[in-house]
């Protein structure tokens, strides 16, 4: 089709340059090719080369295009836009179904609003509300997006790393079988020339080797298999795990939930009079090199001074 | 009742040189409990230094992650101490191939763990002791730090310090080069080490003997020298060794395959070759480590021990 | 026997909650709490974990209560003693028909002060440190608060306690070395108090001097009054050190925390500069009285919080203890300056007695703790009287002399323990 053979920036055709590739941005797509874009849009953003749209378009929004038809490419743009950040899955509901069908509703609204053109700056407004009301809910969402996509990607390669090894173990196990042919046509055809004790030993020897061998690889086998699927199992409980924490830390983490005064009682000082023990750590190198700071005794002391001054024992004790 | 009764013994569970353990129950609740029995008489200077300790200092510190000192009780032949009954330690699970450790795992012990040593070392208490094999499991999960029969309150400056202290693999530089001013920075090299541990799945640095162990460790971490800590050369067995170079963040990744940068960042605050450079328990509480994903794994949910004992 | 119990703690309603929140934090603290905690864990909850807290802080009243319960008892040891005896001689008749004179309650906080000052100099003599020493004497006070000295003699116990505590605080001291020292001690006369000591301990070791404490508020006191003359706040702190010296042979351990001690001690030297630095910590605008010359004031000065990574759920903790234990800048002050004050005056009612008076508690005690003895001496005194009765005032004062561990032992001792 010529529509795809040439560039209507450049005119450029797929003659004069086979590799022509054509590149759409979203603000307007309008097709340009890839080095129009280049020449056009590298010193900055500025106004789409086609006669009537006047959107001022950057380089890097420049995407190749994913379907034939542009308007399900901005269709689906658009929607990528909307769920980017509403991204509450169903498990996100616990059970609220009408809820969840809500949301989704609410979703196909706004994705067809865009599509329309209909109460599109309302619509806008609405999105960018959200995104600023639930950004904590949004980022840890993505990030769990993300952890699921990696524990993915590990499983796998898990699955992957397990099928060679299966496979290895198979081959060998094959190769054995045969051996283990081989060997009994050895024995027959040993047989039919003569009877020699000694070599059917040494063939039935073999065989036993061999024998044991491949009931060791079997073995093996089986304790792969087993050791996979509790790695699989691990990893699933772990996810599982993760997501019942996900559920319930809606509260950041504490690493001394609690266990500790925030503000010290006093104010350390740099240095303190004291010429004894300011002498003694000085003058001693051995302090020094073991790591002794002299404000880590005085901040002991200080501290002590301040635990238990407000108890009054009298009262407290009384029966 | 006097009070032996309080507590019925079931089985021996271990003998050591001056203690036998049993397990047993609580008569009055049912609580599983565990009774040390430390012998007393046969010793020329009364009652042993180490079991002195413990009760000193289990007594003072009551913590979430430090083994509880339910009771101590004396009969004419033993000194009995009761303690909560923990099933394991993190050196069997360690070391038991069965079971699978998850970094949400690793980090859950570290972050127990660090909480029970911010608590000693707040109140002035050295541990100089800790390994994976003093560091228990309760049945909920939880890890207890144990075994203070070595641990020591902070005293004066001009205090003198034995430097024969924390078992080999996990003693800090400055304890192999004789000091005997240290600090609480010698229990967090210790955690860095058994972080490492978690984190392989085998002993990070295992020296042969004391002579070795310096090799080990500095071929592990780098030489320390006068440049990356000053003062070493005064310490009193500090001896020119050879100098091996500190590892570059891209080999460490290389040794710790499933660490991310975080854990990377903390482990290096621990295993600081300068004790005064070294982090303390605080501020490696506050490590990004703690709160980047993977979140801590529930103490109930942690792995548990597969092998039964023999 | 023992027995270690995490009391429950009777707290005032204004500290009710807090104590609430304390008790349900301790018990559900979990790796990560789905829940915010509801309380921080202040210092002063810290102290109240300690054992000293837990099983050795008492109210006037307890303590007092304690100490007569235990002469009770030792009253009825005493007696049982006296049932025991076999008359085989007149004397032995005698002393079994009439009893021993028992040790009042007065007595024997006389001759326990009295040992426990002893027992510091025994100390000196070792050369042990400040803590090793104050340690031995807060064995000992704690031994007699679980039994009378008509049970056990207070001279082997404070040796005992000198012992364990050497042990106990990294100054150790073998029993060669020890009994080497001190003729007509024997290892098994130290060892055989070591496991009565440690019960009468409940085991607990560990014990908070005011030391510590003291020389914080040394250092805190040159960084909320920078202008302080460092040499008069340094003679104050050497001063005030004697005084907690002297608290030690008092019952201030037990009725008020190490650090209302120390402070107490500090006001008693300069008064001034503690009012002024509590004033000052505590933010309360006192009105300016004199003497206060040589203390300069800098009004810039302000406590600077240490800032750490705070999250958000940290701050509004904070809120909500504020608003749990709200005092104002004038109460706090006044609430501590009551203790302050309070206190001072019980570290001079530590007991002091003289030589004599405890000579003559001692020799009472001994014939608490063997009535034979008193028959002993009743039949001597026959002896002597059947004679001259001039000679008899010198005979009885030689009789004394050959009892055996009696005065002499102890004056030897006393001689002894005056070496430096």
């Not at chain 3, 750490?308 to 809120?319: A, G, I, P, S």
């Amino acid at each position: 089709m010529s529509k795809n053979d040439m560039c209507p920036v450049c005119k450029t055709d797929r003659y004069l340059s086979p590799s022509l590739k054509f590149l759409i941005n979203p603000e307007c797509y309008h097709k340009i090719c890839d080095s129009c874009v280049d020449r056009i849009f590298s010193l900055g953003p500025t106004k789409c080369p086609y006669a009537n749209c006047n959107k001022v378009l950057r380089k890097n929004k420049f995407k190749t295009q994913t379907f034939e038809d542009l308007g399900i490419e901005r269709e689906t743009d658009l929607r990528r836009k909307v769920l980017s950040v509403y991204n509450k899955k169903e498990e996100d509901f616990r059970g609220d179904l009408e809820g969840y069908n809500k949301y989704l509703e609410e979703i196909e609204q706004m994705v067809d609003n865009l599509i329309n053109g209909v109460d599109v700056e309302e619509t806008e407004n609405k999105l960018k509300q959200y995104e600023v009301l639930n950004k904590q809910q949004i980022s840890a969402n993505n990030t769990r997006k993300d952890q699921e996509y990696e524990n993915f990607i590990r499983l796998q390669n898990m699955e992957k790393q397990f099928k060679l090894e299966k496979l290895r173990l198979d081959k060998q196990m094959k190769q054995e079988e045969d051996k283990m042919v081989q060997l009994s046509r050895m024995e027959m055809i040993d047989e039919l020339q003569n009877s020699s004790v000694e070599a059917n030993t040494a063939i039935d020897n073999m065989r036993q080797s061999i024998l044991k061998k491949s009931s060791a690889r079997r073995k093996q086998r089986d304790d792969l298999e087993k050791k996979f699927l509790l790695e699989k199992q691990a990893m699933m409980n772990d996810l599982a795990a993760k997501e019942a924490n996900d559920e319930t830390t809606t509260i950041p983490f504490t690493p001394f939930n609690g266990d500790r005064e925030l503000e010290p009682r006093f104010n350390l000082l740099p240095t303190y009079y004291d010429p004894i023990y300011n002498k003694l750590v000085q003058e001693d190198s051995i302090f020094n090199a073991s790591g002794y700071k002299i404000e880590k005794f005085f901040a002991r002391s200080i501290n002590e001074a301040f635990t238990g001054l407000d108890c009054i024992i009298e009262e407290e004790k009384a029966f | 009742m006097p009070l032996p009764l309080n507590y019925t013994l079931d089985q021996k569970v271990g003998e050591g040189t001056y203690a036998v353990v049993y397990l047993g129950k609580q008569t009055l609740t049912g609580r599983q409990i565990a009774v040390k029995q430390i012998k007393t008489g046969g010793f020329k200077d009364g009652l042993d230094m180490s079991a002195l300790r413990e009760v000193k200092y289990l007594q003072e510190l009551r913590h979430e992650n430090i083994i509880e000192l339910v009771d101590v009780y004396a009969t004419p032949e033993n000194l009995n101490l009761v303690l909560e009954f923990l099933p394991y330690d993190l050196e069997m699970l360690i070391r038991d191939r069965e079971v699978i450790f998850t970094p949400g795992d690793v980090k859950s012990w570290m972050l127990m763990f660090l909480r029970g040593l911010h608590h000693c070392h707040r109140n002035g208490i050295l541990h100089r002791d800790l390994k994976p094999n003093n560091l228990l499991i309760s049945p909920s999960g939880s890890l207890k730090i144990a075994d203070f029969g070595l641990a020591r309150s902070l005293g004066l400056p001009d205090e003198r310090l034995t430097s024969n202290v924390v078992t080999r693999w996990y003693r800090a530089p400055e304890l192999l080069f004789g000091s005997i001013h240290y600090t609480e920075a010698v229990d967090v090299w210790a955690a860095g080490i058994i972080f490492a541990e978690l984190m392989l799945r085998t002993p990070y640095l295992p020296g042969a003997d004391d002579a070795d162990q310096l090799i080990v460790t500095f071929k592990a971490l780098g030489t320390p020298t006068e440049s990356n800590w000053p003062g070493v050369s005064n310490l009193p067995l500090y001896d020119s060794i050879e100098v091996f170079s500190q590892p570059s963040r891209q080999e460490l990744r290389n040794r710790f395959l499933a660490a991310t940068e975080a854990a990377l960042d903390m482990m290096s605050q621990m295993v600081e070759l300068d004790p005064s450079k070294r982090n303390d328990t605080t501020g490696l509480l506050l490590q990004k480590y703690f709160v980047e994903f993977p979140l801590p794994t529930e103490p109930e949910l942690l792995p548990k021990r597969t092998k039964k004992e023999t | 026997m023992s027995k270690v119990v995490f009391e429950s703690e009777f707290l005032p309603i204004t500290t009710v909650l807090v104590s609430l929140f304390t008790r349900v934090f301790l018990e559900e603290m979990s790796v990560n709490d789905t829940k915010p905690t509801t309380k921080r864990v202040s210092n002063d909850d810290l102290y109240r974990r300690s054992s000293q807290y837990r099983v050795w802080s008492f109210t006037s009243e307890e303590l007092q209560r304690r100490r007569q319960d235990n002469n009770l008892n030792g009253t009825k040891v005493v007696k049982q003693r006296v049932d025991d005896l076999e008359a085989t001689t007149p004397e032995l008749q005698e002393v079994k028909e009439s009893g021993v004179e028992p040790i009042t309650v007065d007595e024997e906080a006389k001759i326990v002060a009295y040992y426990a000052r002893k027992a510091s100099d025994v100390a000196h003599f070792f050369k042990l440190p400040t803590q090793a020493r104050a340690t031995a004497i807060s064995f000992l006070k704690k031994f007699f608060l679980m039994h009378s000295v008509m049970e056990y003699h207070p001279l082997n116990v404070m040796y005992s306690c000198i012992f364990l505590a050497a042990k106990s605080e990294n100054s150790f001291i073998g029993i060669k070395t020890f009994t080497g020292a001190m003729p007509k001690l024997t290892p098994e006369s130290i060892l055989e108090n070591e496991y009565p000591i440690l019960e009468s301990l409940q085991f607990t070791l560990l014990c908070q001097h005011p030391f510590r404490p003291l020389y914080g508020f040394y250092l805190d006191v040159q960084a909320v009054l920078p202008k302080a003359d460092k040499s008069r706040l340094g003679q104050g702190y050497d001063r005030a050190r004697k005084i907690v010296n002297e608290s030690l042979f008092s019952d201030t351990c037990f009725l008020y925390t190490p650090p209302q001690i120390a402070l107490a001690a500090l006001w008693e030297v300069d008064s001034v500069v503690v009012e002024r630095y509590l004033a000052r910590k505590f933010g309360y605008k006192k009105k300016k009285d004199d003497g206060l010359a040589s203390v300069k004031e800098d009004p810039s000065e302000e406590p600077t919080d240490v800032k750490e990574e705070n999250t958000e759920e940290e701050t509004k903790l904070d809120v909500q203890e504020e608003e749990i234990k709200a005092k104002t800048p004038e109460q706090h002050y006044n609430f501590i300056m009551t203790i302050v004050k309070k206190c001072s005056q019980h570290i001079h009612e530590a007991l002091n007695p003289s030589l004599e008076e405890a000579k003559i508690i001692s020799t009472k005690v001994h014939f608490c703790l063997e009535p034979k003895k008193l028959a002993k001496k009743l039949a001597k005194q026959r002896l002597t009287d059947a004679k001259t009765p001039e000679v008899s005032v010198s005979l009885e004062a030689e009789s004394l002399k050959r009892e055996p561990d009696s005065d002499v032992s102890l004056r030897e001792d006393l001689k002894r323990a005056k070496i430096d």
